[in-house]
C-alpha cells in the first residue's frame, strides 16, 4: 500500500483570494502533481470548461495537476479520485480541498477521521485559512470568519497593500488572540512560498507546539485562544478523566486543541491533539536530559469556558 495522500484544506473569507492562490499553485512549475477538489459554490471558478450536469467533473491540466470539480457531496468525489488514481486514469499526490466563503471547514476535516477507507488513502496535512486584510474587520463580525481562523493551521493574509502598516499590525495581533498556534504569513497576488502551504503537518501527533505570544488586549471576538502550563507532573488517569468531562460538555465548541504533557512516571511525552468531539493521542520522544519538562496545551474555541478549564486544570496538578 502507497503511502497516504497528503490533504491541505482552503478555507476562508469570500473575496480573499482563494481561488487566485489555487490558480497559482495549478500554473505554477513546481513538478508537483495537485489534485484540487473545487466547490462550485465558490466565488470564481477555476475553469469555467468543467462547470457541468455530471455531479463530479474531473480534468487533467497541462503540467499534470487535476482539477476536480464537485456538484455532490466530498466523500464521492474523495472516493471517485482514488478509483481514477487506482485505475491509472489520472495521477496525483496531494490533494488541496478549496471550502466556499462561508464554509465552515470542520465537517471537511471530521471526513478525514470518521470514514476508515479515506483515512488509510489520505492523510489530513493542514488547514489554510485566508484573510481579507482590506475587509477583516467586517468578516470578522461574523462567528464563522472567526471559526475559519480558530481552525487554521496556517493564517495567510493578502490586500496588505490596501492597507496601513499599523492596521495590518492589530489584524495580526487580532489574528493571534483568536489562534494562537498559527503562524501568520503575508500572500501576495495569489503567489506564495509553496512551504507555506504543503507540509504544515498541522495534523501530525509530534511534539511541536509552536505557540505565537500575544498582547493582552480587550475582545469582543467570540472565538479565543488559550495557553495552560505546568511544570508538575500530571496524572494520566485524573488527565483522561479531565479531558473526557471537558470534551462531553464543550467538545462542539472546542475547534481545536493540542497539548504535550509531562506524565507523571513516563520519560516520553505524551502528545494529543483533536478537532470539535475528535482527538487522538501518542507517546513520543524522551524528554531530553536536562530539559525542562514542561506540560503546554493550547484551547481554541467558540465562547471559551476559559474559568472552567483553568479550575479543571488546576485541579490536576
Wanted: aromatic share 6%; charged share 25%.
Amino acid at each position: 500500500m502507497s503511502s497516504p495522500i497528503p490533504v491541505t484544506i482552503l478555507s476562508g473569507f469570500l473575496g480573499a483570494g482563494k481561488t487566485t492562490l489555487l490558480r497559482h499553485l495549478l500554473k505554477a512549475e513546481h513538478g508537483l502533481k495537485i489534485a484540487v477538489i473545487e466547490n462550485e459554490f465558490s466565488d470564481a471558478g477555476i475553469d469555467t470548461q468543467l462547470l457541468g450536469d455530471a455531479p463530479v467533473q474531473v480534468m487533467t491540466l497541462a503540467n499534470g495537476c487535476v482539477c476536480c470539480t464537485i456538484h455532490t457531496d466530498l466523500t464521492k468525489a474523495l472516493y471517485l479520485l482514488l478509483e481514477r488514481l487506482d485505475s491509472g486514469e489520472i495521477a496525483f499526490d496531494r490533494l488541496v480541498i478549496e471550502c466556499t466563503g462561508l464554509a465552515d471547514p470542520a465537517p471537511v476535516a471530521q471526513t478525514f477521521f470518521i470514514d476508515e477507507e479515506l483515512r488509510e488513502r489520505y492523510i489530513l496535512d493542514g488547514i489554510i485559512t485566508l484573510v481579507d486584510a482590506a475587509n477583516a474587520e467586517v468578516h470578522l463580525a461574523q462567528t464563522i470568519a472567526q471559526a475559519q481562523v480558530g481552525f487554521a493551521d496556517r493564517l495567510l493574509v493578502s490586500k496588505t497593500d490596501l492597507v496601513s502598516a499599523e492596521a495590518f499590525e492589530a489584524l495580526s495581533q487580532r489574528l493571534t488572540r483568536i489562534n494562537r498556534r498559527a503562524p501568520v504569513r503575508v500572500v501576495e497576488h495569489g503567489r506564495i512560498d509553496l512551504a507555506e502551504l504543503l507540509d504544515v503537518r498541522g495534523f501530525n501527533l509530534n511534539g511541536g507546539l509552536n505557540l505565537r505570544p500575544v498582547v493582552a488586549a480587550d475582545s469582543l471576538d467570540r472565538i479565543s485562544s488559550m495557553v495552560l502550563r505546568t511544570d508538575k507532573p500530571l496524572d494520566i488517569d485524573r488527565l483522561s478523566d479531565f479531558m473526557n468531562q471537558l470534551l462531553e460538555e464543550h467538545g462542539r465548541q472546542l475547534l481545536r486543541y493540542k497539548g504535550v504533557l509531562n506524565i507523571a512516571g513516563e520519560d516520553r511525552r505524551l502528545v494529543f491533539q483533536g478537532v470539535l468531539k475528535l482527538y487522538g493521542f501518542d507517546w513520543d520522544i524522551e524528554w531530553a536530559e536536562g530539559e525542562v519538562r514542561e506540560s503546554v496545551m493550547v484551547f481554541i474555541a467558540d465562547d471559551l469556558p476559559e474559568a472552567k478549564i483553568r479550575n479543571g486544570f488546576n485541579a490536576l496538578t
